[in-house]
């Protein structure tokens, strides 16, 4: 039984739970996940539903590609699920995942811009890395085989 696929999975999920923008705020902390906005004062977790639905009137510009994001790697989740539940498409996966990653930039950019704003992104770089490190490898075996 292969294997590749089902750590590819649990990459992409972990991926998912990793911050994807790490906000900091004088001394207050915003964590940007592919799920929600989590804030440290008052502590709450804000889901993207809500985000989008609710909120929509007051949202800044750069703030939409997180939800361009959020999309892109649901669809990427769910070809890594296809994966090991049937056949997955190596090369869809990793480019749901890699502009999932790409989306999040101008998130951090936006909030660097901001006057005591400081932003990080992590999330960025660890869906990057997990295209890098599992998928180039299947994408390279995939078409070394046909």
């Known amino acids: 039984m ?20 790490v906000v900091l705020i004088g001394k207050e902390l915003t964590l940007v996940f592919s799920f929600g ?9 804000l ?3 809500s985000y989008f639905i609710r909120f929509t009137s007051a949202l800044p ?3 939409e590609s997180w939800g361009s994001g959020v999309l892109l790697y649901a669809f990427a989740l769910a070809s890594a699920v296809a994966g090991v539940v049937w056949r997955e ?4 996966t990793a480019l749901a995942l ?11 950019l936006g909030f660097n811009r901001r006057l005591n704003y400081v932003a990080v992104p992590v999330g960025s770089l660890v869906l990057l890395i997990v295209v890098w490190w599992y998928y180039l ?10």
Request: no cysteine; hydrophobic share 45%.
């Open 37 to 45: 906005l989590f804030n440290t004062n008052p502590p709450e977790l």
């Open 2 to 21: 292969d294997r590749g696929p089902r750590r590819r999975l649990i990459a992409v999920v972990v991926a998912g739970f990793v911050p994807w923008t």
């Open 98 to 108: 890699a502009g999932a990653g790409l989306t999040q930039f101008p998130v951090f």
């Open 89 to 92: 498409d190596v090369r869809v």
């Open 47 to 49: 889901s993207v539903y």
């Open 61 to 63: 510009q750069f703030i």
């Open 137 to 146: 490898p299947a994408i390279r075996a995939d078409t070394a085989t046909r």
